[in-house]
């Protein structure tokens, strides 16, 4: 799964900011897709700082998070 690019998981109310942190391993994600995943807030999404190849997030309806959860996201897209 080291490999893989895309992820969309978009709408699941039971992804957490716990769940977050297993995707650290997949380093070459481009583009993940939490769109109205409305249990994540700011502290799940620094977990993903270590993607260093992501450049589109979409965090649409993810009501929990904001500006401080993402500030720290370098060369990313967030949509909000």
């Given at each position: 799964?080291?490999?893989?690019?895309?992820?969309?998981?978009?709408?699941?109310?039971?992804?957490?900011?716990?769940?977050?942190?297993?995707l650290r391993p997949l380093i070459s994600l481009r583009y993940l897709d939490l769109s109205h995943c409305i249990l994540l807030t700011d502290d799940g999404i620094r977990y993903l700082s270590v993607l260093t190849n992501l450049r589109t997030l979409?965090?649409?309806?993810?009501?929990?998070?904001?500006?401080?959860?993402?500030?720290?996201?370098?060369?990313?897209?967030?949509?909000?």
């Open positions: 799964l080291t490999n893989l690019q895309t992820l969309h998981v978009q709408e699941n109310n039971s992804i957490t900011d716990i769940a977050l942190s297993y979409n965090l649409m309806g993810c009501k929990f998070v904001h500006h401080m959860g993402i500030a720290h996201l370098d060369n990313v897209t967030v949509s909000q």
